[in-house]
């Protein structure tokens, strides 16, 4: 059974850090695209990073040169390094999942974990 599971979420203050790790159920890194969402109050779920299964990267653009994904092959394990938070990075993180092509959507994501709050005060 695939299965996601996020954790490090917290509450910070402007300017702080935090890093995310997803633990999954032995996805092939090569194979799988992964990614980190994230959902805001009365906002639609949007991606801020993304891992494919090349190894390439890439970041939305209110994310770029602050968070920094990674991914630990042996530990099953997905990261978001966040560092310069701020209150707009507030919300629910998910981390996600789907064979092949990286969709830049949520809808094109295959499974997901249950998600973790992170919430930056100013």
């Known amino acids: 059974q695939v299965q996601l599971a996020e954790s490090g979420g917290g509450s910070v203050q402007a300017g702080g850090s935090l890093r995310l790790s997803c633990a999954d159920s032995g996805f092939t890194y090569t194979v799988y695209c992964m990614a980190w969402f994230r959902q805001a109050p009365g906002k639609e779920r949007e991606r801020v990073a993304r891992?494919?299964?090349?190894?390439?990267?890439r970041y939305a653009e209110s994310v770029q040169g602050r968070f920094t994904i990674s991914r630990d092959n042996a530990k099953n394990t997905l990261y978001l390094q966040m560092n310069t938070l701020k209150p707009e990075d507030t919300g629910i993180y998910y981390c996600?999942?789907?064979?092949?092509?990286?969709?830049?959507?949520?809808?094109?994501?295959?499974?997901w974990g249950q998600g973790t709050q992170v919430t930056v005060s100013s």
């Open positions: 891992i494919g299964s090349d190894g390439g990267k």
């Open positions: 996600a999942a789907v064979r092949g092509y990286c969709a830049v959507d949520a809808a094109g994501f295959t499974f």
